[in-house]
């Protein structure tokens, strides 16, 4: 028997898998926004805009599941400093501790870029604002910090649970990759379900939907690896986890939101609203298999 | 720093009747199971039933019978906080909340704490669960506060059969290993030393003479520190930003347009 199945389970349950789903998207939809606002065309500015509106409070909401979900929640804080000694506490080699570190990072960057979102809106009352966000210079260099931040909150919730030694967890190294791909599919498929039938979007709409044709392709693939990777492991999803997991995530969450897209030639059929619905809901099973199927071990 | 102090659990002379749990449980003033309103496990006569944040000994029941219940041994295995001198939980705690004593130790701060519950996942033996009274992750201290005092271990002061032994782990060692020699003399060729040498986890200040492989006693063969899966994970993330980054630049500005800026 493998020794992970000797250890117990952390209780990690619904606000955790939501933390996961929510920090995925607004670590990937700011990540979309930089990608539109430092490669795109003039007409994706306002997706791009969009993407910054939704990753600040995303990242807020994300600290408050956190700190709901401790069990001591007013000493949040002691994730940041020493409690004894109020100097910084960091672990470099503990995924949690520099995850707070992270979030409180990404927390400041998108911040930055939310505003910088409200000065760039057609008639802000804040216009000087505007030079948080590409392409000024002070706004290209928040924007690429921030970016990097993004992707880090994007998959470092997957290397959080491989540093662990709870079965499937830490039985595989691709939980990170696995949840960063997801994270940049549900983002798109968020933004293009915020953004469909709405003009000013239209032009971005298509370069989303190359993107998440492209990104849905890699996440089939990297989950068939992480099944695999799992060796005899995977026999833990030979049930109604590893049920959800193919029909939930697999079939209805990546092949038939493709399918739509392979169909969807005209954006403005409601083959694009489903297939991101699809996506987001099939991002979130997949969380939700990956934790609970665990802690049920 | 003073000389490594330990356990050493010797399995073959416990014969199961808990004082260890219940002096464990009176010094360190840890509360009753639901209130006091615990059931009975009803296929054992262990009703604790597992090591968490209120047991920090747990006296193992582990009995095997033939069907026909003709033949049958008890084994009775008094299991705590191994103490690891790689530990799991100690790495991954954010908060700095677990340390290291200067008996090489392993000591959650309840007053640190603040029960995010990385640890428990981080454990190799399951041993650590939250405390529902103060909603912190809490296991053995060894009694910190007894040895800091020259005291022994609650648990082993109290043991009548010196089935929990508490010492410096150099001389737990030559005991134990002058044990297994003993019962192996007297024909029991199961015997061995669960833990105690540096191979597993760069040794445990707690470990365990048993007669039957460990995952009979619901210990893991091979138990492993959770960092050995940081870099390969997170070298397979960056692999993954780096792709997503890449699909995103090709699907954005490849488009037969111009750039906007």
Redesign the interface.
């Known amino acids: 028997m493998p020794s992970t199945y000797f250890t117990a389970p952390p209780q990690w349950h619904w606000l955790i898998i939501l933390y996961f789903f929510v920090g995925g998207i607004a670590g990937g939809s700011y990540f979309l926004a930089v990608l539109f606002d430092l490669f795109g065309r003039i007409t994706d500015r306002p997706l791009g805009r969009l993407g910054y509106l939704i990753a600040f409070p995303l990242v807020v909401l994300c600290g408050l599941l956190l700190t709901v979900d401790l069990g001591r929640p007013e000493r949040f804080w002691h994730m940041l400093i020493q409690s004894g000694t109020w100097r910084p506490m960091l672990k470099a080699y503990s995924p949690m501790s520099v995850g707070a570190w992270g979030l409180l990072g990404f927390g400041f960057f998108s911040f930055l870029s939310f505003l910088g979102a409200i000065g760039d809106a057609e008639r802000s009352r804040w216009p000087r604002l505007r030079v948080l966000r590409p392409p000024r210079m002070l706004g290209a260099l928040v924007a690429i910090v921030g970016a990097f931040f993004a992707l880090f909150i994007s998959g470092y919730t997957g290397v959080l649970l491989a540093v662990t030694n709870r079965p499937i967890w830490s039985d595989t190294p691709l939980l990170g990759l696995t949840f960063l791909v997801s994270s940049a599919s549900t983002s798109a498929a968020l933004l293009t379900l915020l953004g469909w039938r709405r003009r000013w979007a239209a032009t971005g709409l298509h370069a989303l939907a190359n993107f998440d044709r492209l990104v849905l392709v890699f996440e089939f693939i990297a989950l068939i690896a992480l099944i695999v990777s799992l060796g005899s492991i995977a026999q833990v999803w030979l049930n109604a986890w590893g049920a959800l997991l193919v029909l939930g995530v697999m079939v209805a969450g990546i092949l038939i939101p493709l399918a739509l897209h392979s169909r969807a030639r005209v954006l403005s059929g409601v083959a694009v609203p489903v297939a991101a619905v699809l996506i987001l809901a099939g991002g979130f099973l997949l969380r939700v298999v990956i934790v609970l199927s665990s802690e049920a071990v | 720093m003073a000389e490594p102090m330990g356990f050493f659990t010797d399995t073959t002379v416990c014969i199961g009747c808990k004082a260890c749990e219940v002096a464990c449980k009176e010094w360190n003033q840890l509360p009753a199971t639901n209130g006091g309103r615990n059931t009975l496990s009803g296929n054992s006569y262990d009703n604790t039933r597992?090591l968490?944040g209120i047991h920090w000994r747990h006296v193992k029941f582990i009995e095997q019978f033939t069907p026909d219940r003709a033949e049958g041994r008890w084994l009775l295995m008094s299991d705590v906080c191994k103490h690891c001198v790689r530990a799991?939980c100690l790495?991954?705690?954010?908060?700095?909340?677990i340390f290291r004593t200067e008996f090489d130790t392993v000591v959650i701060q309840s007053?640190?704490?603040?029960?995010?519950?990385?640890c428990?996942?981080?454990?190799?033996?399951?041993?650590?669960?939250?405390n529902p009274v103060?909603?912190?992750?809490q296991k053995c201290t060894l009694c910190y506060d007894r040895m800091r005092a020259s005291l022994e271990p609650a648990c082993a002061k109290a043991c009548p059969t010196d089935s929990i032994n508490f010492g410096t782990i150099r001389e737990l060692r030559a005991m134990a290993e002058k044990r297994v020699g003993q019962l192996q003399a007297a024909g029991e060729k199961r015997a061995y030393l669960y833990g105690a040498d540096e191979k597993m986890l760069g040794g445990l200040n707690s470990f365990f003479l048993l007669v039957d492989r460990p995952?009979v006693y619901?210990?893991?063969?091979?138990?492993?520190i959770?960092?050995r899966?940081?870099k390969?994970?997170?070298?397979?993330?960056l692999?993954?930003?780096v792709?997503?980054?890449f699909?995103?630049?090709?699907?954005?500005?490849n488009?037969g347009?111009?750039?906007?800026?």
């Not at chain 2, 007053?111 to 990385?118: L, M, T, W």
């Not at chain 2, 103060?134 to 992750?137: D, E, I, M, Q, V």
């Open positions: 597992r968490d799991g790495e991954v705690c954010p908060t700095g909340a007053d640190v704490c603040n029960g995010c519950r990385d428990i996942a981080g454990c190799p033996f399951g041993v650590i669960d939250m103060s909603g912190t992750a995952e619901g210990l893991p063969p091979d138990p492993q959770p960092s899966n940081l390969p994970s997170s070298a397979w993330s692999l993954a930003a792709a997503v980054g699909m995103g630049i090709v699907s954005f500005r488009r347009g111009r750039p906007h800026a």
